[in-house]
């Protein structure tokens, strides 16, 4: 299959129920890019350079439903071998609360939520309480 002047392959992709869905799209022969459009053929999302390496990374929302993820280059006539992984993305749920002024000590894991474009995070939650003055 060719898309947009790349060789492409779709894989079609069956969600049963709403989740986040992890794929990534790896090769040492080309700069990946990956796709994932809905059942109409619009993109839902696209991702060419995640965490600072030529290789793809996505982390998106999706309803149930099908889907087509494709897996192409970045550049037209690029072909070689590459290995597809799709998951269900790690829970992105705060890890603890913070209060103005706290220090609080975190370690990044591979299997912790990512934020756009394929960077590691710990989400805290911090509660802000604004305060208003009244002058007589």
Same mark, same amino acid.
């Given at each position: 299959v060719e898309m947009a002047g790349r060789y492409a392959d779709r894989w079609s992709l069956r969600v049963e129920e709403p989740m986040t869905v992890r794929i990534d799209l790896t090769s040492q022969q080309f700069d990946t890019w990956l796709e994932i459009r809905d059942q109409g053929? @619009? #993109? *839902? !999302?696209?991702?060419?350079?995640?965490?600072? #390496?030529?290789? @793809?990374?996505? /982390?998106?929302?999706? !309803?149930? %439903?099908?889907? *087509?993820? %494709? !897996?192409? @280059?970045?550049? %037209?006539g690029e072909t070689g071998s590459y290995q597809l992984l799709v998951g269900e993305a790690a829970?992105? @749920?705060?890890?603890?609360?913070?209060? /103005?002024?706290? #220090?609080v000590q975190g370690t990044l894991k591979d299997d912790d939520c990512y934020w756009e474009y394929g960077t590691l995070a710990d989400n805290w939650s911090l509660r802000l309480v604004r305060s208003i003055s009244f002058l007589d």
């Open positions: 053929g @619009s #993109t *839902v !999302a696209v991702n060419d350079d995640a965490g600072g #390496t030529l290789n @793809s990374r996505l /982390v998106e929302p999706l !309803a149930a %439903g099908d889907f *087509v993820v %494709g !897996a192409t @280059s970045y550049l %037209g829970d992105c @749920s705060p890890v603890g609360s913070l209060d /103005v002024g706290d #220090t």
